[in-house]
């Protein structure tokens, strides 16, 4: 359990990057690759952290949608030159803020935030 304690707040922490790298808007992610390469940095440590949470603990938070998010690591990292900047644009946008919110009431269920 300590492990999957450190990857949470490792995942929330990645998230919280991800957001803040991400708060200019749309256009300036587009424009900056330096900006992009940070965000698709932190998704795929993101996505790798929730590689090595417990079976347990991922059974307990059916809601969570792990196995997408742990598909996302095999796509930046094997399939990087095919990956399409609106596609993360939309995990920024849409699916970031669902998993953030996921992730602290995990946090706060283990006492952990």
Known sequence: MKDDQLFLIHIKEC????IKYTEEGKDVF?????????????LQILAESTQRLSDSLKGRYPEVD????SGFR????????SIDLKMIWDIVEQDLPVLEEQ???????QDLS
Do not use: G, P, S
């Open 15 to 18: 998230i919280e990057r991800v």
């Open 74 to 81: 095999n796509v930046a990292v094997h399939e990087y030159l």
């Open 103 to 109: 992730i602290e009431a995990i946090l706060i269920e």
């Open 30 to 42: 587009f424009a900056d690759i330096k900006t992009q390469d940070a965000v698709m940095r932190n």
């Open 66 to 69: 792990w196995r997408n998010i």
